[in-house]
Each structure stands twice: as C-alpha cells, then as structure tokens.
C-alpha cells in the first residue's frame, strides 16, 4: 500500500521541516519505506496521521494553529512537531517518532550526508568472497519432503539443523532472508537495514516504544551482532532449575553444550583490544573502581580495527562465527538442504500431530512434508507462527522478554570515532544484581549516524543538526537491562506478529538508577557534556554531584512513557518459554510444544525468563542439547 496524495504532499513538508537540508527526493525515499512496512495496519495510520497534520482544526485543537501544515511557516512547523515530540499524549508521541526515525535515519544514512557529519561511510568496496553455500532454487509451486524442517537460520536455527544433519537426519532449512556473505556486505548503512535487519531495521512495538532489531538474512541475527558470547550465568542456570522445576540446566549435559558451541564458535577474550568507546568506558569504571572485564567473543583472526566497527552489517574478513560460516556450513556439507527468501506461514497440523509447514518464496507456493518441525523464526515470529497455527498454549506469545538497551551518551571534546574498532570488547557487572539477580550491565556498541540520528533529540532542525554533527567526538556508555516482567507477541488480523510491551515500574527504577551510574562513569571519563536520548535535549556539564543530580531531576520531569526516552532491543526471549506444564509454558523440557506432537521450538523465546547476558551463545548451547534429545524421539 502506497502512501495517498494527500498524505505524500504533507509528508514533502515534514520531511523538509525535520531535515531542512535534506535531498529533494527525500520524502520519496521515506514514503517507499513506509510502504515497506511489514504490517498493512502501520501503513494505514502513518497515511491517516499525515493527512490529520494537514486539518486545520486539528491543529488549532492539539497545536494552537489554526492552519494546515502544508500552509504554516518554518518557524510554526517547527513548533507543531516539537509540541508532537513533547506532548502529554502517547499516540502524539508515536506519530512523531515514527516520522522521526523515517526521516532522519533515511537522511543520515545516505552517503552523502553521512560524510557532512565527518563520518567516512565504507572502508572499500567488499571482498570477492564466493558463496560456498548453495541454497535450493524455487521456480514453481513445490513441495518437498524431508525427516526434519527447521524455521529459522539463526542462533537456535543454525545449530540444530547441523546436528540432526550429523545424525543422518534428511534437513531442510527455511530462512525468510536472503543469502548474503562477504561480497554483499557494502557497509552501508541504508544496505545494510534494508537487507539484513528484520523489517528493514523498523520494526518495533506497538507503541513504538522500543525499536526492535533483530536479523533477517541466512544465519540470522548471528551474522549481524556485536560477537559476545557470554556463557549462561551459573545464578540464572541456577533460578531456571529451582524456580522453574529445569533440573536440565544445572547438570554437566547442558555444560557439556555450552562447552560444545563454544568450541565450535572459537570463544575466546583474546580479541578484546579496546575501542576508542571501549577506553572511555575502561577509564571511567577504573577511576570510579567499579567492576569491568573482558568480553568473550566468536572470533578468530579478528584484526580488531578501524574495519570491526562496521560488523553489524557484516564481517567482511569471515572472522565472526557466524551460524553463517559455522554449522549452516556444516548442515549443508552433509546434505541439508536451504531455502531463502521464504516467508513460512503456517504449521500443518494433523489430528495433534505436525506434519510439514506452508510458506512463499516470493509468489510462489512452498509446502515441505516433514516428520517434525523445529520452529526457530526468533522470539517475535515464531510464537507469532504459532498462533498462525492454531496451537492455543495458554502461554504463547507471553513473558516476552527484551534486555530493554540505551545509552547515555557524552561529548568528549576530542575525537573518539565511536564507529570504529571492536565491536564490544569490555563490560561492567558492578550493578548486574541489585535485586535476585536482576539489574544492569554496562557495554558499549559501535554508533553510526543511523543510531546518533536515532538517539538525538529533535527540537528543532537546527539542534538536530548540530548534535549528528558531534558524532565523532561522541562516546556512550550502553545499557542493558535485565527485565524481570515481560511483554506479549501476538498476531493481527492479517496475521502478522504484533509486540506489546511496557516497561514496568520496578525495571523503570533500575533504569533510573542505571542512567545516573552511567554519567558517573562518563564524568569521570571526562566528558564535557552528557546527555540522554530523549524527546526533549536534557543534557549538563560534569562539574559537581549536585550538576548530575540536578540533570536526574529534569529526566525525571521529561517523563519515562513510551516515546519519551529510546530504548531499543537487541535481545527477544521467552515467549514461548519452557517450563514443566502446559498452563505456564509452552514447550516441555524437550522443547516439545505442548499438545502437538512431532512439534519443537528451539531459539531463544523458550528461555524461562531473561537471560541478563547477550543471549546467542545460551540459545546455541540450549539448540544443542534439544538436537540431542530430538534424535532419540
């Protein structure tokens, strides 16, 4: 669906208010995301929500201007979206940071105006790397069969695929991205979402109160993430086994896993040489004498350079050990069969029992007969896919839960290149437990203009402009929170998965708590001035506590609601989640889904809560295990 006149006409204007200097075509640019948004019914708002910009009553009643938008002077515009950003109405805040992130992500990442904020885009053009990895072509409505079907080429996905392909299992792989390696890795921002992020890098919740960003592309998010690989903390394996009757996650048979991926993936902390990010957040913790170590990483031969900063749109040098380069690898040498750019749309379920999967590669029908299906699609699709389904698992779709992330960020008043270097390669765990296990850790992660553009502020086109034009003396220190009450994934009307989720009052207060830590720690990094991304600019200069006190307060004044403060995820889990019963899970201790049989689901929304570490190497260790069990089944 494609935006109507009215709508494109208000769109030229907002476009030009937020990015005065902006391509001309801009606004086309942003219209055909929107029209690439995943669910009709965002599309729809987006063209209603621009064509009510343009009531002159509207207006007058939410603004105090009693004209269209199309009619009204820079200055009124300005002060029209501003009131938008600022307003005591969620749904206001939305309509602006949905037009918000469009349009000034769209422009910062054009190459162009990447380089006018000193940023240099690219390193080269990419290596002529072949592609070892031969997916099946569909050229016409076909079904295949095979003993295993597995949704999803990920972290869960990958791992499980080449271990039933190494018992002898007949495999197939379903991956809704395409295949990119190597040679496809541009480096460019705007590539790079479009191709290799879910929804081209905007989805989000409902509210839009956290942007989701998980991968789309064969090896899923493992192609595409920062490389920690953290094991699972022996306190969550602990609460997994006794709070949730998991007996399973304390034995040697899941250490035995864990040691297992981890070999496979060459985990190691020789490769943490310290970013310009990375020292910043080193010398603050030292001088506050607060916990920091190094990350464990999947790496190997990882130069650690300028180039690394870049690995979220892909590691060009094959040094990530990616499901990509790793057990997708090892399924295909013994005989599993891959398919791309197929969208699965439901499970076939016959008289209680899983019989194949229907999906699309592209207009053309799929069917694949098979003796079990492995759903892997992540914590957003595959209880989405579940649903699709007509399983009715009390649970599905439930306890999602999404390591809320942001950052506060900090002018250095020297160039940090916060773009470069290794992706994360030191951690703070000084505040990971203020309550059962519950709390924060601080990381850092690269920040090119799609995230400055993203975290910064808009008051005005000028002040918007003026902070993307400090992104390379800008360092942050990131925040990952560990979530106690979750949110849920559902499906609309037309099928597609829906996430819900508000962050509660009780991990609001350790987001306070981890924001002002945060600024301790970039003060005494020695950071000039320190801000936090927010609707409104609320920043300070270091010079006293009663300076940082008093910058809490007016965060606290600005408001923590949907809208008000960016949060992002990186990290979906437990939505579909384990347990020893079908009223309060949804898969058994064998990743079985409760009720049908032949039926597992084996990523990370079967955690039994959130994890507090980056999750991939526990969803690994936890599909390695599963895959072990599924051969004796």
Request: glycine fraction near 10%; proline fraction near 6%.
């Amino acid at each position: 669906m494609s935006l109507s006149p009215a709508a494109r006409n208000v769109l030229r204007s907002v476009a030009a208010t937020l990015v005065p200097d902006g391509a001309a075509d801009l606004d086309e640019q942003v219209a055909r995301k929107i029209a690439s948004l995943p669910r009709p019914a965002d599309r729809r708002e987006l063209d209603l929500l621009l064509r009510l910009l343009d009531s002159r009553i509207v207006n007058l009643l939410l603004s105090g201007i009693p004209k269209p938008f199309t009619r009204m002077s820079p200055g009124a515009r300005e002060r029209c979206l501003r009131g938008w950003a600022t307003s005591r109405l969620p749904q206001r805040r939305k309509a602006f940071q949905a037009l918000k992130r469009l349009t000034t992500v769209t422009h910062y990442t054009t190459p162009g105006a990447a380089r006018a904020i000193g940023y240099p885009g690219p390193l080269g053009p990419p290596p002529t790397t072949p592609k070892p990895i031969h997916p099946v072509v569909i050229t016409a409505n076909n079904t295949l069969a095979c003993d295993v079907v597995v949704v999803g080429s990920g972290a869960g996905g990958g791992v499980v695929a080449a271990e039933l392909a190494a018992a002898g299992k007949d495999v197939i792989v379903l991956e809704k991205g395409g295949y990119r390696n190597e040679a496809d890795f541009t480096h460019l921002e705007g590539d790079a979402l479009e191709t290799m992020y879910d929804a081209g890098g905007l989805l989000a919740t409902s509210d839009l109160g956290l942007v989701v960003l998980q991968g789309a592309t064969l090896g899923g998010g493992t192609v595409i993430n920062y490389t920690t690989s953290f094991p699972t903390p022996e306190s969550v394996r602990r609460q997994w086994a006794t709070e949730h009757n998991l007996p399973h996650f304390l034995s040697s048979e899941f250490t035995r896993s864990l040691d297992a991926v981890a070999r496979r993936l060459g985990v190691n902390t020789d490769h943490a040489k310290p970013s310009g990010r990375d020292q910043v957040l080193i010398r603050g913790l030292e001088q506050l004498n607060w916990h920091h170590g190094l990350l464990p990483r999947d790496v190997r031969n990882c130069p650690q350079d300028d180039a690394c900063g870049y690995c979220g749109m892909g590691c060009r040098r094959g040094a990530k050990q990616s499901t990509l380069i790793t057990y997708l690898q090892d399924a295909a040498d013994r005989g599993a069969r891959i398919v791309v750019n197929c969208a699965v749309h439901r499970v076939v379920i016959d008289r209680g029992t899983a019989t194949g999967v229907e999906a699309r590669v592209g207009d053309l029908a799929l069917t694949v007969r098979a003796k079990a299906v492995i759903v892997a699609a992540g914590s957003v699709h595959s209880p989405a896919l579940l649903l699709r389904s007509g399983v009715t698992v009390p649970a599905l779709g439930r306890h999602l839960a999404l390591h809320p992330a942001t950052a506060v960020l900090a002018d250095m008043g020297r160039d940090v290149r916060p773009w470069t270097g290794t992706v994360q390669a030191h951690y703070s765990d000084q505040f990971a437990d203020l309550d059962s296990g519950y709390g924060f850790k601080f990381e850092t992660a690269p920040v090119h203009p799609s995230l400055q553009a993203l975290a910064a502020p808009w008051e005005s086109a000028a002040g918007h402009r003026d902070r993307m034009g400090k992104l390379p003396q800008t360092a942050l220190v990131g925040i990952l929170l560990r979530d106690r009450f979750g949110g849920r994934v559902r499906v609309d009307r037309d099928g597609a998965a829906v996430v819900d989720y508000r962050l509660s009052r009780y991990d609001r207060a350790h987001l306070r708590r981890a924001i002002g830590a945060a600024a301790e720690v970039l003060e005494a990094a020695g950071a000039r001035d320190i801000w936090v991304p927010l609707a409104r600019d609320v920043s300070y200069r270091p010079g006293s506590n009663a300076a940082r006190e008093d910058w809490l307060r007016r965060v606290d004044a600005v408001g923590w609601g949907p809208n008000e403060l960016l949060l992002v995820t990186f990290h979906q889990m437990a939505s579909c989640r384990m347990g020893t019963n079908a009223a309060a899970s949804v898969v058994d201790p064998d990743h079985r889904v409760w009720g049908t049989r032949g039926l597992y689901v084996a990523d990370a929304s079967t955690f039994p809560s959130a994890s507090g570490v980056n999750p991939m190497l526990t969803v690994m260790a936890m599909a390695h295990r599963a895959a072990a069990v599924m051969v004796t089944h």
